[in-house]
């Protein structure tokens, strides 16, 4: 057995050497090959540790959430491999081909217009799947023991310029690149997952020099949480809740909270020193009493008072510590306001080290404010410039890491009470292709539009004017058109689910939603698209809605998501969904943007008030 791990090791330095030297290729050749033709080989897999894997429902379906990835072909020199860690039907297949043959249709306007795009997609689906049902591997690693499926893709790139977009890194993505001979852009397995763990992207802000929370990184004892949780109470006493975030974890459920300074007995007295001493707070000499006193109360207050946030994963706060404890993480102050909003950012290094935000949007939340079930693009909370500003400084520090290809940099931006200013806090990194990513090439391909990312805007192509006689009489005066709002707003999830889904077949499903007016206008560029990400089960989907503004947008998010359930549901047959948990977050926000709206709209009347007053006086 030694001798095989002695092996193994080996290879796999072998195969990290292999993979640096083609990366350096890659570099030279990025250039010719982003102008010309060539084949991008998707290969979604989600390469999270082991346990994480395990812990997942139906993980194939979890890997094939990006299935819009399909949509790169919107470039006409691209050809995609799509690996599918899930087989696929003809309904799913004829969906999307009808759905990437609609280009042409949406370049002209004109629905008639398809063509058959067939030729220039292939999904693969590696044999391995049948062969380790319950092992909840990577894609990767089901890629590599499936000798028919990479001898297929071989036959497909031969002579072509070709290479390997990842999902989340494995060392299995590294043999398959080798196994193709092809290049990936994409970070090293360890460089994906050192930055990746929650202490990880401290140290890239930190290195970028953009501000974070008041926090602590790289803690691993019981009695370094004690003293960080201390200090950090000491030094910010007007903070209430602090988040324990794992190290390595996912889609929020590594996480508890707790609200500390509410249940210390001593913090009215600590409030008072600090007053007492100003200025001078800062110093150890000042604050020592009160860490005292404040350290001494910390255990019995995390003990009474600490919840996870995710209670499936992990049942009660003793359980999260001892995982806590074992892999490490972080502690982190939560902004001090009621009203939080958090901002996702994708972003892309190319070989060349040319550095591109490819979307922003505003995450949207259900359940728990810590899981992310969609997002409203391009973001709408936080001034462009900033964040444009933040994003560069960060992608900078990971270019110096040797960081390749797709990440995403999680903001939250809020009103600081004490200052009454927007603040912007960098609070975690993924180094990974990122759902939403899709999503975004999703909505550039039905749309033909562009998202500008430095001033947030996405405007897509005035209508087509259909060109009709008109007589027209000599004295006519003819009223001018309003020019057409062009301007739009996209709400997008991958991850809506709903068990009744089940018993309705793909093509039922779309002509109930062609019954309640559910679809996407070509020629007005709005509307509804659908993703199908589960043909086997068929409880998942993921849905873009796109709008003239983010009200119309994420109403008719909510109210497709509200029509659907109605019609797949009995009162003896509700079913299991997050439809529900979704609908309430959105008339949440759509309550606090029809409030700005409406104070907007009396500040612009009283504005119209005081200038029709100036001119009465002039």
């Known amino acids: 057995m030694a001798k095989i791990r002695k092996q193994l090791k080996t290879t796999r330095k072998q195969q990290l050497e292999w993979m640096r030297e083609k990366t350096q290729q890659f570099q030279k050749s990025w250039n010719r090959i982003k102008k010309s033709r060539r084949v991008l ?36 020199n691209v050809e995609i491999i799509y690996i599918s860690p899930v087989p696929m039907n003809d309904e799913t297949l ?108 401290k140290r890239i802000f930190t290195s970028a020099k953009v501000d974070i929370p008041p926090s602590d ?148 939340h259900a359940e728990t404010p810590f899981g992310c079930w969609g997002m409203s693009m391009p ?4 001034d462009p410039t900033q964040l444009y500003t933040a994003c560069r400084k960060i992608a900078l520090s990971c270019q110096q890491r040797g960081v390749l290809g797709y990440f995403t940099i999680d903001f939250v931006t809020f009103i600081d009470p004490n200052t009454m200013e927007q603040n912007l806090w960098a609070v975690d990194l993924n180094l990974w292709y990122d759902d939403s990513v899709g999503l975004t090439q999703l909505l550039l391909f039905v749309t033909g539009g562009k998202l500008d990312n430095r001033n947030c805007m996405f405007e897509v192509p005035p209508p087509i004017k259909e060109k009709k006689k008109v007589a027209r009489r000599r004295y006519e005066e003819l009223e001018e058109e309003e020019p057409p709002n062009t301007t739009r707003y996209a709400v997008m999830s991958t991850r809506l689910w709903h068990t009744n889904l089940a018993v309705v077949h793909y093509s039922v499903f779309f002509q109930m939603c062609r019954a309640h007016g559910i679809g996407f206008d070509i020629k007005e560029r709005q509307g509804t698209v659908f993703t199908l990400i589960d043909n086997y089960k068929r409880e998942g989907i993921g849905m873009l809605s796109v709008g003239e503004d983010l009200q119309g947008a994420l109403a008719s998010f909510a109210r497709n998501l509200s029509v659907i359930h109605q019609e797949i549901s009995a009162p003896n047959m509700q079913g299991m969904t997050n439809f529900k948990h979704v609908i309430e977050d959105i008339e949440g926000i759509l309550g606090t943007t029809i409030q700005n709206m409406d104070r907007k709209e009396e500040e612009e009347e009283d504005g119209q008030e005081n200038d029709s007053m100036i001119q009465d006086v002039e």
């Open 41 to 76: 080989i998707h290969l979604p897999s989600l390469g999270y540790s082991h346990k994480i894997r395990a812990s997942f429902n139906d993980f194939n379906i979890q890997q094939n959430q990006q299935m819009s990835r399909l949509c790169d072909l919107i470039d006409p």
């Open 217 to 364: 990184y790289d803690v691993y004892s019981l009695q370094q949480l004690h003293e960080s949780i201390a200090q950090l109470v000491t030094d910010n006493l007007d903070v209430k809740r602090y988040l324990f975030k794992l190290d390595d974890e996912v889609d929020g459920r590594g996480i508890a909270y707790c609200d500390i300074t509410p249940n210390l007995r001593c913090h009215t007295w600590a409030k008072k020193e600090s007053v007492r001493y100003g200025e001078k707070w800062s110093q150890s000499w000042a604050q020592e009493p009160a860490y005292i006193k404040i350290h001494a109360e910390i255990p019995d207050v995390l003990s009474s008072h600490a919840q996870p946030v995710n209670k499936k994963v992990f049942p009660s706060w003793e359980v999260f510590l001892e995982a806590f404890l074992s892999q490490g993480g972080v502690i982190e102050a939560c902004p001090p306001s009621d009203s939080v909003t958090a901002i996702s950012v994708n972003m892309l290094i190319e070989p060349n080290n040319e550095m591109t935000m490819v979307s922003c949007g505003d995450q949207i």
């Open 379 to 382: 973001q709408s909370s936080v």
């Open 94 to 201: 004829q969906y999307y081909n009808k759905l990437l043959g609609l280009q042409s249709a949406v370049t002209s306007g004109n629905v008639e217009e398809q063509q058959d795009m067939s030729t220039r997609f292939k999904i693969i689906v590696p044999e391995a799947i049948n062969s380790f049902p319950t092992h909840s591997m990577c894609l990767a690693t089901l890629l590599k023991y499936s000798p028919r499926a990479i001898e297929r893709i071989k036959n497909l790139i031969a002579g072509k310029s070709a290479y390997i977009v990842p999902g989340v890194m494995h060392k299995d993505d590294v043999s398959v690149a080798q196994m193709l001979g092809l290049p990936i852009l994409g970070s090293e397995p360890e460089v994906a997952h050192l930055y990746s763990t929650k202490s990880g992207s």
